[in-house]
């Protein structure tokens, strides 16, 4: 059973900073793609970023320039570097594990931003 542990959320001002980490542990698995989801109250979780375990990355149109993924293969881990955070980027962040062979999903248990002056 995988299990994903999440830290580093937390109130902060608009402009400021933040860095999310994500720890799996639990399972074996090589091939894998590790990301962020966020759901805001009233809205449906949506993809934040994401990344492959050979480097590729993706992220959402919102976030583009302002958010850094990246990952600790060694450590199966992966991490959200959150800069010019804006007060539309509160929610409530989900570390993500997907392994597209089995196709099977895993989810934490969630970390609130609160991004307000």
């Known amino acids: 059973q995988v299990q994903l542990v999440e830290s580093g959320g937390g109130l902060v001002q608009p402009g400021g900073s933040l860095r999310l980490s994500c720890a799996a542990s639990?399972?074996?698995?090589?091939?894998?793609?590790m990301g962020w989801f966020r759901q805001a109250p009233g809205k449906q979780r949506e993809l934040v970023a994401a990344?492959?375990?050979?480097?590729?990355?993706n992220y959402a149109d919102s976030v583009k320039g302002r958010f850094t993924i990246s990952r600790d293969n060694a450590k199966n881990a992966v991490y959200l570097q959150m800069n010019s955070l804006k007060p539309e980027d509160t929610a409530v962040y989900y570390c993500?594990?997907?392994?597209?062979?089995?196709?099977?999903?895993?989810w934490g248990q969630g970390t609130q931003v609160t991004v307000s002056s």
């Open positions: 639990g399972s074996a698995f090589s091939i894998y793609t």
């Open positions: 990344a492959t375990n050979v480097g590729g990355t």
């Open positions: 993500n594990l997907y392994l597209p062979l089995i196709r099977e999903e895993y």
